[in-house]
C-alpha cells in the first residue's frame, strides 16, 4: 500500500496562487500516473489533472485548464498542482490520488476509478 501525503493548501484571495504537493510513501514498486481531484461542498468528487509518471501526457479540466498546472518529480516520489488565478469556484478539499498499474489509455486517468490510492486531503478555501 501507497501512502499520500498531501500539503500547501490554505486560504487565499480571488485571483491568487497556491501550490498543493503530494508525497508518496511505502511500497513504491512502479508508478504510472498521478492525479487531483477536488470535492466542494454538497457536490461530487471532480477531476482537476493529472499526469503520467513520464510526464509526456498531462490532462486537465475545462475549468482549470490555463490556470493549474500539473508537474511530477520521480526522485521524490511527488506530484504538484500550482495554481494561478484563483476564482471562489476552486474552493474545495483537494485529493491526491495515484495509479501504479500501467492503463491501455492515459486518458483514463482522468477517472477516479482507476486510482489505487488517494491521500487525505488538504483544503483550499479562496475568498471573493
Known amino acids: 500500500q501507497v501512502q499520500l501525503l498531501e500539503s500547501g493548501g490554505g486560504l487565499v484571495q480571488a485571483g491568487g496562487s497556491l501550490r498543493l504537493s503530494c508525497a508518496a510513501s511505502g511500497n513504491i514498486f512502479s508508478t504510472y500516473g498521478w492525479g487531483w481531484f477536488r470535492q466542494a461542498p454538497g457536490k461530487e468528487r471532480e477531476f482537476v489533472a493529472a499526469i503520467t509518471k513520464s510526464g509526456d501526457s498531462t490532462y486537465y479540466a475545462d475549468s482549470v485548464k490555463g490556470r493549474f498546472t500539473i508537474s511530477g518529480d520521480n526522485a521524490k516520489n511527488a506530484v504538484y498542482l500550482q495554481m494561478n488565478r484563483l476564482k471562489s469556484e476552486d474552493t474545495a478539499v483537494y485529493y491526491c490520488?495515484?495509479?501504479?498499474?500501467?492503463?491501455?489509455?492515459?486518458?483514463?486517468?482522468?477517472?477516479?476509478?482507476?486510482?489505487?490510492?488517494w491521500g487525505q486531503g488538504t483544503q483550499v478555501t479562496v475568498s471573493s
Open positions: 490520488a495515484y495509479r501504479s498499474a500501467a492503463l491501455s489509455l492515459s486518458t483514463l486517468l482522468k477517472y477516479d476509478y482507476y486510482y489505487n490510492d
